[in-house]
């Protein structure tokens, strides 16, 4: 066994072969094809794909670099995005592996610094007795500038690494907090709206478990960030992700199960799970997307309450 918890005497269910993956017993070549299923399941949603232009934002984590590297391997035309938030050794290993990364796959890069840097930005915010959690302000801050670059840059969509086991943890928050009011964001694609300067967006990996991931990003040697982020400490998805990963443990494809049924169920509510972007306005300060009463984006008053 390894840190996989791979048995090296398990056999493919389809040739035979030596097996990479234990639960569905898959040998490397049907692993990947099984992988390239599920991304092509999201990917059939939009049309013409292959001659558009994609924007990948990349972390430096397993999610995203895997995603850059199935869809290159795909034929899809990609750019790589990198937003350096200034924390710490952290960021700076981040940047380093994304660098590597493009460099092996021979991929343009794009790097954005935020400035202030992330830890100057809550200090200045808790200063003014302003408190918000960091996982909340570095979520909207990563949200607004990959859009405001994709939009402004030419792009038609935005790629995220966003996974099943962050698709359904999320959710599970959501049904909790009775929050159905971010039901939208169960989509695996969001189409582009310009008059709202809203990129498209798209989750190949939508229905891929964090293993799936873990286990492609191995087979092909795609280094990643191993160090966790500061602030990442008592997320409540986090919680979660473990709770439903101890079920399914016990009970196989419980949470691909679990999160088709809360996407029938809210599609009740919500018509074809859509963005409902009829309360979606500019914003009076940057002329982007805000759904805020007083028509200033969340983007904007951070910023605005710096020293």
């Given at each position: 066994m390894n840190q996989l918890g791979i048995d090296k005497f398990l056999k493919c269910k389809f040739c035979n072969a030596r097996a990479v993956h234990p639960r569905l017993k898959l040998c490397k070549e049907h692993f990947i094809k099984y992988f390239d299923k599920k991304v092509l399941k999201v990917l059939k949603h939009v049309p013409n794909l292959k001659n558009q232009s994609l924007l990948v934002a990349v972390s430096g984590g397993k999610d995203s670099l895997t995603a850059a590297h199935v869809l290159k391997r795909l034929g899809?035309?990609?750019?790589?995005?990198?937003?350096?938030?200034?924390?710490?050794?952290?960021?700076?290993?981040?940047?380093?592996?994304?660098?590597?990364?493009?460099?092996?796959?021979?991929?343009?890069?794009?790097?954005?610094?935020?400035?202030?840097?992330?830890?100057e930005l809550l200090q200045s915010?808790?200063?003014?007795?302003?408190?918000?959690?960091?996982?909340?302000?570095?979520?909207?801050?990563?949200?607004?500038?990959?859009?405001?670059?994709?939009?402004?840059?030419?792009?038609?969509?935005?790629?995220?690494?966003?996974?099943?086991?962050?698709?359904?943890?999320?959710?599970?928050?959501?049904?909790?907090?009775?929050?159905?009011?971010q039901a939208e964001r169960l989509n695996t694609v969001l189409m582009p709206k310009p008059s709202l300067k809203l990129a498209g967006r798209i989750k190949p990996l939508y229905?891929?478990?964090?293993?799936?991931?873990?286990?492609?990003?191995?087979?092909?040697?795609?280094?990643v960030v191993k160090s966790r982020c500061v602030y990442n400490k008592g997320?409540?998805?986090?919680?979660?992700?473990?709770?439903?990963?101890?079920?399914?443990?016990?009970i196989p494809s419980f949470k691909q199960g679990l999160l088709k049924?809360?996407?029938?169920?809210?599609?009740?509510?919500?018509?074809?799970?859509?963005?409902?972007?009829?309360?979606?306005?500019?914003?009076?300060?940057?002329?982007?997307?805000?759904?805020?009463?007083?028509?200033?984006c969340s983007y904007c008053k951070i910023f605005e309450n710096l020293d």
């Open positions: 899809f035309k990609i750019t790589l995005y990198f937003l350096n938030l200034g924390i710490f050794d952290f960021s700076l290993e981040s940047e380093r592996v994304v660098k590597s990364f493009a460099k092996n796959q021979d991929l343009d890069l794009n790097i954005d610094v935020l400035k202030p840097s992330l830890p915010l808790n200063k003014k007795k302003i408190f918000r959690k960091p996982c909340s302000v570095c979520g909207l801050i990563k949200r607004y500038r990959i859009n405001k670059y994709t939009f402004e840059h030419g792009f038609s969509f935005t790629v995220t690494g966003h996974n099943l086991d962050d698709e359904l943890s999320l959710q599970v928050l959501n049904l909790a907090t009775q929050n159905f009011e229905w891929l478990s964090e293993f799936d991931i873990a286990l492609y990003a191995k087979l092909n040697n795609i280094e997320n409540k998805q986090f919680l979660i992700k473990q709770w439903l990963n101890n079920v399914d443990q016990s049924s809360i996407r029938k169920l809210l599609k009740h509510k919500v018509k074809g799970l859509e963005f409902d972007t009829s309360n979606v306005k500019p914003c009076k300060r940057c002329g982007y997307p805000t759904t805020s009463k007083d028509q200033v």
